[in-house]
């Protein structure tokens, strides 16, 4: 079956120090692949996403490029800020029907 | 809105009483998407509808659960008997034609509390 896997943290930063989050996946198929955000008390909201190999995912400063050769997407971002604190999730769709695998998530913290 | 909307926004009941969550998708998205999000199973896909189809249940935890879509718009979710593992956030997503490279739009979710 598909799977996402990514580091669940909590990882702690300071503002203005580079991130990376990894995102390994496996998959049947030739998936689609997404990085979602959920901000304190608020639902999820698309970051990026990737659809085939090489593609590279950017959005808010954040980018990831899709890897077939590794599987993997992992997600950077140069310079954090205090406000990209929050829950980011990896997930790839391979097939629309099933919906969207997701990996269990990354609690990102930015100190001031 | 333009959103994806669902309703309540938290749901508060006592065990063995049956639920209703309710869902409306962005205008003219055909595909809808449930998902329940828990501490323990992270975020599970529950079922597809295309249409007012879903041609696949077997994601659904247990036969307490069931879903419909009518109209090609609003969708429900029905939970019988409420169990306290039922407790969790339902999210709902919806997306343009439900093909794999089609971004997923959620609600904010229904956060559901058994007693």
């Known amino acids: 079956g598909n799977s996402v896997t990514q580091m669940e943290g909590p990882v702690t930063l300071s503002e203005e120090a580079f991130l990376t989050i990894n995102c390994t996946y496996t998959?049947?198929?030739?998936?689609?692949l997404f990085w979602y955000v959920q901000y304190p008390g608020e639902g999820l909201q698309l970051l990026l996403k990737?659809?085939?190999?090489?593609d590279k995912g950017s959005n808010k400063g954040f980018e990831a490029t899709y890897r077939k050769e590794t599987t993997s997407f992992h997600l950077e971002k140069g310079s954090v800020q205090v406000s990209d604190s929050a829950v980011y999730f990896c997930?790839?769709?391979?097939?629309?029907?099933?919906?969207?695998?997701f990996g269990k998530g990354t609690h990102l913290i930015i100190q001031p | 809105g333009a959103g994806v909307s669902q309703s309540p926004s938290n749901k508060v009941t006592e065990k063995g009483k049956d639920v209703e969550l309710r869902c409306d998708p962005i205008?003219?998205?055909?595909?809808l998407y449930w998902y329940r999000q828990s501490l323990g199973q992270g975020l599970e896909f529950l079922i597809y509808?295309?249409?007012?189809?879903?041609?696949?249940k077997s994601g659904l935890p247990s036969d307490r659960f069931s879903a419909e879509r009518t109209g090609g718009s609003v969708s429900t979710l029905t939970i019988q008997r409420t169990q306290q593992e039922d407790s969790a956030v339902y999210l709902c997503?919806?997306?343009?034609?439900?093909?794999?490279?089609?971004?997923?739009?959620f609600g904010d979710g229904t956060r559901l509390s058994i007693l």
């Open positions: 997503a919806s997306s343009l034609e439900g093909q794999k490279n089609q971004p997923q739009h």
């Open positions: 998959a049947t198929g030739y998936p689609s």
């Open positions: 990737a659809t085939k190999a090489d």
């Open positions: 997930a790839l769709s391979d097939r629309g029907a099933d919906g969207l695998t």
């Open positions: 205008s003219g998205h055909t595909a």
């Open positions: 509808f295309q249409g007012n189809s879903a041609p696949d």
